[in-house]
């Protein structure tokens, strides 16, 4: 069994910046594949980016690519989200979870789930 706890949501200007932390414990967090899905207002969740348990296969939606950076600190049991240049279609609850490759991640099967944070991009 594997506990997520996101943190770090908030309400940010178009343009601007956050980092998104998620903390896990139970099951080993180096075994565990990590990622990061969000779900905006009458939408289905969507997958945005996955980080394998070593750090070196990293997999981003088309969507975020190039804005957000995906990365984990398996001494701290932590993976992060860091989000630039936000915009308002960013606005979303944003969800930390867990898998067993971060393959599985990207195509939307994770094991665990966080209860999500709340993200709010104002124009």
């Known amino acids: 069994q594997v506990q997520l706890v996101e943190s770090g949501g908030g309400l940010v200007q178009a343009g601007g910046s956050l980092r998104l932390s998620c903390a896990a414990s139970?099951?080993?967090?180096?075994?565990?594949?990590m990622g990061w899905f969000r779900q905006a207002p009458g939408k289905e969740r969507e997958f945005a980016a996955a980080?394998?348990?070593?750090?070196?296969?990293?997999y981003y939606a088309d969507s975020v690519k190039g804005r957000f950076t995906i990365s984990r600190d398996n001494a701290k049991n932590t993976v992060y989200l860091q989000m630039n240049s936000l915009k308002s279609e960013d606005t979303a609850v944003y969800y930390c979870?867990?898998?067993?490759?971060?393959?599985?991640?990207?195509?939307?099967?994770?094991?665990?789930w966080g209860q999500g944070t709340q993200v709010t991009v104002s124009s």
């Open positions: 979870a867990a898998g067993s490759s971060a393959n599985e991640l990207r195509y939307g099967s994770p094991s665990y």
């Open positions: 139970g099951r080993t967090f180096t075994s565990e594949a």
């Open positions: 980080i394998s348990w070593g750090g070196s296969i990293i």
